[in-house]
């Protein structure tokens, strides 16, 4: 089975670095997952009027609302078969904050097949679901930005304003000059400006992980069938 971001980018997958192709190219069939562990070199938010935005998301695990240097970091990603049949990878992000608080960044990714685009269910119950447009960039790099979002909870569902939300930009590659995975986030409002970012390197191991052994915890604890 080919890997969701595969799917996506087609021929212009082969143009990311050999590092990033490895991370991203493998899929539930694989039996395998991606732990990076590393160091943030900053994590930020944007100006005291953000904090009601990251500390809403702090609840269901979207953004929060502390900085800080040098944070310890770790991404965990699986694949995995949904309840509904469809390959999902997980991106798990944990940041150990200086006051000595966990904080997490959930999401779960699928491929859309209808439009041939990655929908991210941000958050522990999959809430929000948002477009991602992917390209490759001069460096064999990823880039990642966030589209449309929807909003679905039971009943409800709506196109989420994103007056109320923010655009997210990441960029992850490879560094060759010092063997290492770099990833820089920036998460921001076209009113209120930058909300959330996080720049910082780490290194990844490549671990054995046979179906139906993923852990509970990457994985939401509602899933949506809607995209």
């Known amino acids: 089975m080919t890997s969701i971001y595969q799917e996506v980018l087609g021929e212009d997958f082969q143009r990311l670095h050999p590092k990033i192709q490895e991370r991203?190219?493998?899929?539930?069939?694989?039996?395998?997952?991606s732990i990076g562990t590393g160091i943030m070199e900053h994590v930020g938010r944007g100006r005291f009027f953000t904090l009601p935005f990251l500390c809403i998301g702090a609840w269901r695990r979207i953004m929060f609302p502390e900085k800080?240097?040098?944070?310890?970091?770790?991404?965990e990603n699986y694949?995995?078969?949904?309840?509904?049949?469809?390959?999902?990878v997980t991106w798990i992000r944990t940041f150990q904050m200086p006051s000595g608080?966990?904080?997490?960044?959930?999401?779960?990714?699928?491929?859309?097949?209808?439009?041939?685009?990655?929908?991210?269910?941000?958050?522990?119950?999959q809430h929000l679901a948002?477009?991602?447009?992917?390209?490759?960039?001069?460096?064999?790099?990823?880039?990642?930005?966030?589209?449309?979002?929807r909003f679905y909870?039971?009943?409800?569902?709506?196109?989420?304003?994103?007056?109320?939300?923010?655009?997210?930009?990441?960029?992850e590659w490879f560094d060759d000059s010092i063997g290492k995975f770099r990833i820089k986030v920036e998460v921001r409002n076209s009113v209120w400006g930058?909300?959330?970012s996080y720049e910082g390197t780490f290194d990844?191991?490549?671990?054995?992980?046979?179906?139906?052994?993923?852990?509970?915890?990457?994985?939401?604890?509602?899933?949506e069938k809607r995209e």
């Open 68 to 75: 800080g240097k040098d944070v310890p970091f770790t991404i």
């Open 153 to 171: 909870e039971g009943p409800i569902a709506f196109r989420f304003p994103m007056i109320f939300s923010g655009v997210a930009d990441v960029r």
């Open 101 to 125: 608080r966990k904080r997490r960044f959930d999401a779960t990714m699928i491929n859309s097949k209808d439009r041939g685009i990655i929908v991210d269910y941000l958050g522990t119950h």
């Open 24 to 33: 991203f190219g493998f899929s539930s069939t694989d039996r395998t997952a």
């Open 194 to 196: 930058k909300l959330f």
């Open 130 to 149: 948002v477009d991602i447009h992917l390209s490759v960039d001069d460096e064999g790099g990823l880039r990642l930005r966030s589209g449309a979002q």
């Open 79 to 88: 694949a995995y078969i949904d309840s509904f049949g469809r390959e999902t």
């Open 204 to 223: 990844v191991e490549t671990q054995a992980c046979e179906p139906g052994s993923v852990p509970a915890h990457v994985k939401p604890v509602r899933e």
